[in-house]
Nanobody
């Protein structure tokens, strides 16, 4: 099982980052996959999603500041983020959007390893 996000880091407000996700084929068989994030003390929230056909949707907080893309042949996905703000600071995860399509290991939904994004003001 492989589900790993990478590309996070520490940037100043206004900066950019490109996150990448590598996932097992099973996850990329899902029609809709996307990015989520979880800030300290907050629940995980949806950031952006993309269908197998390339239709994209973004949370209001990221609309206009991010571009999501996927390569179905390579089982990879990316999130290019621009004009980052301190409130974007969180651990970012990739996964299937529909809960029933996510991997479950030991009875627990599998989220893999996220990547930390820290935006300084």
């Amino acid at each position: 099982v492989q589900l790993q996000a990478s590309g996070g880091g520490v940037v100043e407000a206004g900066g950019s980052l490109r996150l990448s996700c590598v996932a097992s084929e099973g996850i990329f068989n899902s029609n809709v996959i996307g990015w989520f994030r979880q800030a300290p003390g907050k629940q995980r929230e949806w950031v952006a999603s993309i269908t197998r056909g390339g239709s994209r949707n973004y949370a209001d907080s990221m609309n206009g500041r991010a571009i999501i893309s996927r390569d179905n042949a390579k089982n990879t996905m990316s999130l290019q983020m621009y004009d980052l703000k301190p409130e974007d600071t969180a651990v970012y995860y990739c996964n299937a959007i529909n809960a029933h399509e996510r991997l479950v290991i030991g009875g627990v939904p599998y989220w893999g390893r996220g990547t930390q994004v820290t935006v300084s003001s």
